[in-house]
């Protein structure tokens, strides 16, 4: 099994939508997660960080579901400008050091006018 | 505060050629990572740097990549000599210990042909 997997997508969507992206993790003693952001040929960008049950910003909603391993990020009222790639990131390390970040490989989304 | 700097932005070399690439992080950033991003994957990390000490290079192929933080300030990647394989993104970021935050460069697009 893979340290993190991610739905592949793409996922085309119309402005307005509403989308879910999911993320699943192998390690059960992580504790906490993080949702990047990368535009296309742009580097990756901290979008939101998920450290217990979830995590709201806006329009952006994060879950975490320990018993399953289990993460989610929901995008209410997409915008054209949501268009990227979601990428879900497991960080290992003692949390306050200098972690390293495992990856998923990634959801494409595309917002559609 | 400027950013973490790389160069150069793009290479195309042929096969069985070397190539390097600079990367300057935030200033005042103990550690600096270097991560390997293939076309439609996510990033993974290369080689972990505290200060000018590697803490983690488990992933760093070394029979043809090699890196250096020599004064603890900026680090080169190399690799000699490059397999088509290598083709990717190597995107540098550094980060303040303790802190956990991550900043990632823009990244060097490398096609090897």
């Known amino acids: 099994r893979k340290e993190v997997e991610q739905d592949p997508g793409p996922f085309n969507v119309p402005e307005g939508a509403t989308v879910a992206f999911n993320c699943t993790y192998s390690n059960s003693a992580s504790q906490s997660f993080f949702w990047y952001r990368q535009d296309c040929r742009k580097e990756p960008k901290l979008l939101m960080s998920?450290?217990?049950s979830g995590n709201e910003d806006g329009r952006f909603t994060a879950q975490l579901n320990r018993a399953s391993q289990y993460i989610s990020l929901l995008i209410r009222d997409s915008k054209l400008s949501d268009s990227a790639t979601y990428l879900c990131?497991?960080?290992?390390?003692?949390?306050?050091?200098?972690?390293?970040?495992?990856f998923g490989s990634g959801t494409q989304l595309t917002v559609l006018p | 505060e400027a950013g973490v700097a790389q160069s150069p932005r793009y290479k195309i070399i042929e096969k069985r050629q070397s190539v390097a690439f600079w990367c300057n992080p935030i200033s005042g950033h103990a550690t600096l990572y270097w991560y390997q991003q293939i076309l439609g994957q996510g990033p993974k990390l290369l080689i972990q740097f505290q200060n000018n000490g590697v803490v983690d290079d488990s992933q760093l192929p070394k029979d043809r990549f090699s890196a250096e933080r020599l004064k603890g300030v900026d680090s080169t990647l190399k690799i000699q000599p490059a397999k088509l394989e290598d083709s990717a993104v190597y995107l540098c970021?550094?980060?303040?210990?303790?802190?956990?935050?991550?900043?990632f460069g823009s990244g060097t697009r490398l096609t090897v042909v």
């Open positions: 970021a550094s980060s303040l210990q303790g802190a956990g935050g991550y900043t």
């Open positions: 990131v497991v960080p290992r390390g003692p949390s306050g050091s200098a972690r390293q970040l495992t």
């Open positions: 998920v450290y217990s």
